[in-house]
């Protein structure tokens, strides 16, 4: 063989390997949208990156795709420099990564416990409309003097404010024993709150201030107004599903709770176990002192 045959002989097998590489590396298809460094991008991470969001009727989803592939390969650019960095090696990584896998198993768990909720029957939602006239035909919007604050470490100071029968008298209070607080007017939606709370609110004199917790503050509330705002018909059908529901889950994820803490072998070290009484791990929000005497709820329209 002619060493000119032999050239052209190596010359083929070199393009034949430099084409087989260039279809490997060439644009993404199918599930692939994109690779950063070698490192494929699916059309399923991008989804991920969108799942909650609510894209208007008239959106251009391509597009909103698009903003949200080029997030994924920002964060996977970041991911691979904190990695060279030997970042995910740190004992600050290794706890925040385990505490966002167990939450989403977690999540996993409850999304799968809530979907084997059935539909409630008409005598359900009967029954729970007349248990709960707060979110039907007695739902009201309170008008309230509000007094927002952090709660404070020391529980002496929420004790003092239970012989306070006035706002005026818990902000003077509050500044005599240096609580930053906030006060403003706001409203409270009768059909956030639970049904023995806006019992217990309803039973106090009108011009007494009631507590009662919103996002990680206390609020001190006493209600100036009142405006009736019963469900129609034809929505409380669908208010009285949700309700339903979610209250069928609550009990059944405290059940579920009750049931695994009552199996489970759990030890503390001294000090960090759950105080007498306390609702452990739970996450109970704690009973607000004050005038006011109704429990801890949820959901004010502060």
Known sequence: MSHKIKALLVCSGMALALAACGSKEGAPTGQVVATVNGQEVTLQEVNAELAGVQLPQNADRKAVQRDALQRVIDRKLLVDEAKKQELDKTPEYVAQRMRVDETLLAQQLVRKQASAIAQPTQAD??????????????????????????????????????????QDGVAAALKERNVPFERGRSVIDTAQLPEAVVKKIADLPSTEPFVLPARGFLTINVIVARQAVPVPADQARQVATNGWREKQFN????????????????????????????????????????????????????
């Open 125 to 166: 939602l009967d029954g729970f409309m007349r248990d709960n006239p707060n979110m039907f035909a007695q739902r009201e919007q309170l008008a309230v003097d509000q007094i927002r604050f952090r709660p404070p470490s020391d529980n002496s100071i929420l004790k003092g404010l239970e012989a306070v029968h006035t």
């Open 251 to 302: 009990q059944m994820i405290s059940g579920r709770m009750k049931t695994l803490k009552e199996t489970a072998k759990i030890t503390y070290q001294e000090g960090f176990a759950p105080a007498a009484g306390a609702a452990g791990a739970t996450g109970a929000a704690p009973a607000a002192a004050g005038a006011a005497k109704p429990a801890a709820a949820a959901g004010t329209g502060g």
